[in-house]
């Protein structure tokens, strides 16, 4: 059942009611209690009001009844539609968490690509380091590149729920 079925149904329940409420106003009529207003009066005066009009009584005690079970119905209607509120608002959270979780990965996937290719181009720049560094220190007294001992690239990787950046050292 849709959302839009339950707000229909939800109206047709609140126009039944309120039909009955009126038919109810207008079969009602009001009783004449005595002036002695004991409570044993009172009861006498609505049982014998009662039994004279049994028929209007019964028809009236069948509105009450209809209504009583008609406002059972809309508020499990309306807590039908809240509850399907609540799930599309938590589908919808899920939905929205889970497009973020792929635009995420896939910018994790191409900070590890970036991370493997600038790996590579460290790795050959070490091999030239290595490779001239003793001419240099001939001609320069000094080093051509230092610190490739400290050299680190980023690396994302995840557990399942949690992802950590980490440093790998080249």
């Not at 059942?1 to 009611?17: H, N, W």
């Not at 009783?31 to 014998?48: F, G, H, V």
């Not at 009001?49 to 309306?78: H, P």
């Not at 191409?110 to 001239?132: F, P, V, W």
Request: charged share 25%; aromatic share 6%; with cysteine.
């Amino acid at each position: 059942m849709t959302t839009e079925q339950i707000l229909t149904e939800i109206a047709a329940v609140r126009s039944q009611i309120e039909a009955l409420r009126e038919e109810r106003a207008c079969l009602s009529v009001s009783i004449t209690l005595p002036e002695n207003d004991s409570p044993q009066a009172i009861a006498e005066t609505y049982r014998r009001y009662a039994r004279e009009n049994s028929q209007l009584v019964a028809e009236l005690k069948g509105i009450d009844d209809a209504i009583a079970a008609l406002q059972v119905q809309l508020t499990q209607k309306q807590t039908q539609l809240q509850q399907r509120q609540i799930l599309a608002k938590q589908l919808s959270l899920e939905e929205q968490l889970e497009e973020a979780r792929k635009i995420a990965q896939v910018h994790a996937e191409r900070i590890n690509e970036l991370a493997a290719e600038l790996a590579t181009e460290i790795r050959s720049l070490k091999a030239c380091a290595d490779e001239l560094s003793p001419l240099y220190w001939q001609v320069y007294y000094k080093p051509f590149i230092t610190g490739f001992k400290t050299i680190s690239v980023p690396y994302v990787r995840s557990d399942g729920d949690v992802w950590t950046i980490v440093n790998r050292i080249v």
